[in-house]
């Protein structure tokens, strides 16, 4: 069986190696390699060059045009996406491809170790939403509650996902439509609680990349409710997702917007009452507060001057070293 890794590349020479070298490494052989490099201006093409795997150089298009371009040329059995400033255990795929020999499943989850650096330290800290539990879990028996948020440390069937692409034009949150709609292709999953993934985060530019990109959220909110709008359960489940992303990008990224704060958190509750109507029935009081003037600002002022975010990761941290 063969597993094909894209991996979008842009402007990566310091990482890039390191990412391909640990899947280059892998104790399973049988893996196809494809790196996009997305009209990087650095030296990160003549890197992987010398490094013996498939590389395609375009121009640059964004890491959904990327991982589209990855998807159109895979030839593997399954297809999984590693992002370019992040790394893999070495044991990585063949434990993955265990558990496939084992039952044929349509989507491989596994948890991803978030590696956060930060004055010379990095916290190391994961997220187990199934709370360790290994089980496997039938769409076609109405589960679907297990939010698929990140591309990354997720296995796909490529019979599953054939034909489908990430939208090109949402700079937020395209994981996460992708997998909705790869989940609506499926009827089995399976969720493995051990962490292989290295999901690399450098906390001095978190700020940096908090943008109104966020507000792109609005469009997967509608395309979305477009894909499920004929099942009544996976609308209630996605009116939930919705709710919760909503509330993060007003409580957790507008407050760093350089411009419009106010105007950007209308919009966005505006496009939740649009998008998730049982939960605004549900829920008035927490929209009348959210749409409150001065709540909301000392909120807004709370997170920007004590940078809540960075607060939030030491917290979640597990492990704490010196590097």
């Known amino acids: 069986m063969k597993v094909t890794v894209i991996i979008?590349?842009?402007?990566?020479?310091?990482?890039?190696?390191?990412?391909v070298m640990s899947l280059k490494n892998q104790t399973y052989k049988n893996i196809e390699i494809i790196v996009i490099n997305d009209g990087s201006t650095d030296n990160t093409?003549?890197?992987v060059e010398k490094l013996n795997v498939k590389l395609i150089n375009k121009?640059?298009?964004?890491?959904?045009?990327?991982?589209n371009?990855?998807?159109k040329i895979a030839t593997g059995d399954y297809i999984t996406f590693v992002d370019s400033d992040d790394y893999v255990e070495k044991n990585y795929i063949e434990s993955i491809v265990d558990i496939i020999n084992k039952k044929d499943y349509d989507i491989i989850e596994t948890?991803?170790?978030f590696e956060a650096y930060r004055k010379g330290k990095v916290l190391l800290y994961t997220e187990y939403k199934l709370k360790g539990d290994k089980e496997s879990l039938d769409f076609s028996?109405?589960?679907?509650?297990?939010?698929l948020r990140y591309v990354i440390g997720v296995f796909y069937k490529s019979k599953i996902i054939n034909n489908l692409y990430f939208d090109e034009d949402v700079r937020c949150y395209e994981d996460?439509?992708?997998?909705?709609r790869a989940k609506l292709r499926s009827n089995t999953y399976y969720f493995y609680p051990k962490c292989f993934y290295h999901y690399v985060q450098y906390l001095t530019s978190l700020s940096k990349k908090i943008s109104d990109k966020h507000l792109d959220y609005k469009i997967v909110m509608e395309r979305v409710s477009e894909d499920v709008k004929d099942n009544k359960y996976l609308t209630r489940y996605i009116e939930n997702i919705f709710k919760n992303n909503v509330l993060a990008i007003i409580l957790f990224k507008i407050p760093y917007f350089k411009n419009n704060k106010y105007k950007s958190k209308k919009e966005l509750v505006k496009a939740l009452k649009k998008y998730a109507p049982n939960y605004s029935k549900k829920h008035k009081i927490t929209l009348f507060i959210l749409n409150g003037y001065i709540l909301i600002s000392i909120w807004f002022f709370i997170i920007q001057f004590f940078n809540m975010n960075k607060i939030a990761i030491k917290f979640q941290s597990k492990n704490t070293y010196n590097i």
């Open 69 to 71: 371009m990855g998807l």
């Open 176 to 180: 996460g439509m992708f997998n909705i």
């Open 8 to 19: 979008p590349a842009y402007n990566v020479s310091k990482y890039i190696k390191r990412c």
């Open 111 to 113: 948890p991803l170790l």
């Open 141 to 147: 028996k109405g589960y679907f509650d297990n939010e």
């Open 59 to 67: 121009e640059n298009g964004g890491v959904s045009s990327a991982r």
């Open 45 to 47: 093409k003549e890197i």
